[in-house]
C-alpha cells in the first residue's frame, strides 16, 4: 500500500506533496509520485524530491517516482497508478478559484476525486 502524488512545479504542488509526505509518516506508507506533464524530477523540480525523499528516507520509508502511460492529462496517469498500485490515498493540489469559479472545480480534479480508486486528500497553497 502507499500513498499517490502528483508532482506538478507550482504552490499547488509543493502544498500537495507536502502533506503526502506528513500523510506518509503518520501512516507508516511508501510515497509514489507522479510527475505531470510539466514536471522535470531529474532538472527543475529535483530538489521538491530531494526534501521529500530525506524526511522519508530518515523515517525508514520509500519514496519512489512513477510514470503513468504517457497520457496527456495528470488525472488519468495518477488513477491508473493508484489503481496499480492499489494506494491507499491521493493527494492533489487546487489552485484557490475566485465564488464564480468555485461553482466549477478543474476538470483534473474533478476527474481524480470522481474516478478515483481510494480516497483523495485536495489541498489548497498558502496565502
Not at 507508516?28 to 531529474?42: K, Q, R, Y
Request: charged content about 25%; glycine content about 10%.
Amino acid at each position: 500500500m502507499a500513498i499517490v502524488v502528483g508532482l506538478v512545479p507550482n504552490r499547488e504542488g509543493h502544498a500537495a506533496l507536502d502533506i503526502a509526505v506528513q500523510e506518509c509518516l503518520l501512516r507508516t506508507t511508501a510515497l509514489i509520485v507522479v510527475p505531470g506533464p510539466s514536471a522535470d524530477p531529474d532538472g527543475d523540480d529535483r530538489d521538491m524530491l530531494d526534501g521529500a525523499r530525506s524526511r522519508l528516507t530518515r523515517a525508514g520509508l520509500d519514496l519512489t517516482v512513477r510514470v503513468g502511460s504517457g497520457h496527456h492529462e495528470i488525472a488519468e496517469d495518477l488513477i491508473e497508478v493508484a489503481t496499480d498500485e492499489n494506494a491507499d490515498l491521493i493527494v492533489i493540489g487546487l489552485r484557490r478559484r475566485t465564488p464564480i469559479g468555485k461553482l466549477i472545480l478543474g476538470s483534473n480534479a474533478q476527474r481524480i476525486l470522481l474516478d478515483a480508486p481510494c480516497p483523495v486528500i485536495a489541498v489548497k497553497a498558502d496565502g
